[in-house]
């Protein structure tokens, strides 16, 4: 059963543009991470987010948590092609184990 | 510190034969994971290991046995590969707040 859904699926737009990626489920969390994964390599964290309606930004990328800790977004502003990756949302519920999202592939063409 | 490593990096087996995934980590965390990631299902959890001597089933943990050697080493066997497992293992270890992840196994079964 797959508790966590991504979309889009796929993503592909020019150098300069914006985009948002939506991560979904019926369950509640209580943290939910972001995860960017490059060609041949394993996931790598890029945030942390704990708190319903919290909202973290690293440099173009903003990364919210739903008020009700069942979703987040993350918003990439001006994609460059150092943005492309494959990116996994990943949620905890009140262990150690994490249920991962279905996972969006991104594509930025300069 | 290499951080998290796998052994071997690819491997192709034939239906019904057997074989052993290694992973090691030298950042002292107690948890380790392992992962498998086929395309459009994000990572499903094979199996857990909290500690040294303890093992847990994931989503997904049939036909895989694992062992927890140490607190570094731990290890995935599949007794009589089949197709189905064809895919990219990964494993991982849980630091403070993030899993690490390892470089994966491609693993093909024909």
Not at chain 1, 30 to 51: A, D, F, I, N
Not at chain 2, 10 to 39: E, I
Not at chain 2, 74 to 97: D, K
Request: aromatic content about 10%.
């Amino acid at each position: 059963t797959q508790l966590l859904e991504q979309s889009p699926q796929f993503l592909s737009i020019q150098e300069g543009e914006n985009l948002t990626v939506y991560c979904n489920s019926s369950s509640v969390f209580s943290s939910l991470q972001w995860y960017r994964q490059e060609p041949g390599e394993g996931p790598v964290l890029l945030v942390t987010v704990v708190t319903g309606g919290e909202v973290k930004k690293l440099k173009r990328l903003t990364f919210q948590f739903g008020d009700a800790r069942k979703d987040s977004s993350l918003h990439i502003t001006a994609a460059q092609p150092g943005d492309t990756g494959l990116y996994l949302c990943a949620g905890a519920r009140y262990t150690d184990k994490l249920i991962f999202g279905t996972g969006t592939r991104l594509q930025v063409f300069p | 510190n290499a951080g998290v490593t796998q052994t071997p990096k690819f491997q192709v087996l034939k239906t019904g034969q057997s074989m052993t995934l290694q992973c090691a980590q030298d950042m002292n965390h107690n948890s380790m994971y392992w992962y498998r990631q086929d395309p459009g299902m994000g990572l499903r959890l094979i199996y857990y290991s909290a500690s040294e001597g303890t093992t847990d089933k994931g989503e997904v943990p049939n036909g895989y046995n694992v062992s927890r050697l140490n607190k570094r080493e731990f290890s995935l066997r599949l007794e009589s590969a089949a197709p189905s497992q064809t895919s990219v293992y990964f494993c991982a270890s849980l630091g403070s707040y993030e899993q690490y992840f390892g470089p994966g196994t491609r693993l093909t079964v024909t």
